[in-house]
């Protein structure tokens, strides 16, 4: 399935990901994400003492992937060390806050279980922090275990070795920080990844340019501007009035300026099915007969795959009910207003 829909070649965030997926795809490439080392540098390095040893960690504590409550949080509890964290399950921090962060701890730890490549553990070690880790993701890419960082069994006994040898040793980790912020400059500043990116997009296109057919992409009535939009999905049967009363309320609510799209995917079978070139007439004479020269994005999808970009492209898509109180309305502040011209329109007649 990832091989039709993705011609142009897929990437990975690590090597590991790609020895799983090369069987199967006839082109994917390795290319992690950077970190701005310019940005993520210390401007104060930690001196420490020995005996006293500041622990930090971001990320998810709900997710038991991260081991917070099992890993994390016993950290604190040993003598000498302080544990600060922060991430998904409390306040989110800013760009600038994140730097103070890593800035004021002298350990960075990781207990995953599996990782993708962890933004958190590259940019401590641009900052020059200690890391100690378990072996997931990219670690391996750019960290060697007693050179760059401590590499430790998933088990609390050897995390909390790791953490108690660097209270103790401050050349330690001194040294092991220096090395860390060496390795993610060489293996992951943006100046070297941005390159790598332009190269893999320049590719995609010239493929997708070669081998794009009309049935392989959504068919859009207006064209999708180049933002993060919110989206609108209804499955019209055609053969009634629903469809229409949607339209018509979507574009009560909304102006061509607006970030949203509103989607009809057309499956062969479904009740009142339609082909695409008719569906699409059907649309445009609904819109001339509101006396709109324009009017806010209307996508139509005659193929899954169409319907999976749409999903993977929106930054935000909610489903319609088939009428206003069938189901769960929208949410948000554009719901809201697609909840209230819906509303609005109805008892007004059915429109023909």
């Known amino acids: 399935h990832l091989a039709r829909l993705y011609q142009g070649g897929m990437y990975v965030v690590s090597r590991r990901l790609k020895e799983i997926f090369r069987p199967g795809l006839p082109e994917v490439v390795g290319l ?39 890993f994390i949080e016993p950290l604190g509890k ?11 399950s409390d306040r989110l921090l800013t760009l600038e806050e994140m730097r103070a962060f890593y800035e004021d701890i002298d350990v960075y730890v990781c207990t995953s279980a599996t990782e993708g490549h962890n933004n958190s553990l590259m940019e401590a070690a641009a900052m020059g922090r200690a890391i100690v880790t378990t072996d997931v993701g990219t670690v391996q890419e750019f960290l060697e275990h007693e050179v760059s960082a401590l590499i430790v069994p998933r088990e609390a006994a050897a995390v909390q070795a790791a953490i108690l040898k660097l209270r103790d040793d401050v050349a330690l980790r001194q040294r092991l920080g220096l090395k860390a912020r060496e390795s993610v400059v ?18 995609a296109l010239e493929v997708a340019q070669r081998t794009a057919k009309p049935s392989q992409a959504p068919l859009q009535i207006a064209p999708v501007a ?37 989607i009809f995917p057309i499956y062969p079978g479904s009740p009142g099915a339609l082909d695409l070139e008719t569906a699409q007439q059907n649309v445009l004479q609904l819109v001339v007969e509101t006396g709109r020269e324009s009017f ?25 009910p088939a009428t206003p109180d069938s189901g769960p309305e929208p949410t948000g502040p554009l ?17 023909a």
């Open 226 to 262: 180049p933002q993060a939009r919110e989206a609108f999905l209804y499955d019209p049967d055609w053969s009634g009035t629903g469809w229409a009363e949607v339209l018509l309320s979507y574009l009560e609510a909304f102006q061509p300026s607006d970030p949203v799209d509103l």
């Open 296 to 320: 806010p994005n209307v996508v139509l999808i005659d193929s899954p795959e169409g319907v999976l970009e749409a999903l993977r492209m929106s930054a935000h898509l909610q489903w319609i």
């Open 78 to 88: 040993l003598p000498g060390v302080e544990l600060v964290f922060c991430g998904y």
């Open 32 to 70: 992690p994400h950077g970190v701005d080392t310019t940005f993520f540098t210390s401007r104060q390095p930690r001196s420490g003492a020995p005996g006293k040893l500041k622990v930090g960690w971001a990320g998810n504590r709900a997710s038991a992937v991260k081991g917070f409550t099992e």
């Open 335 to 351: 719901g809201q207003r697609f909840n209230r011209a819906r509303r609005s329109l109805a008892g007004k007649g059915t429109p």
């Open 186 to 203: 060489h293996t992951f500043d943006w100046n070297r990844r941005e390159k790598d990116y332009r190269r893999f997009f320049q590719h």
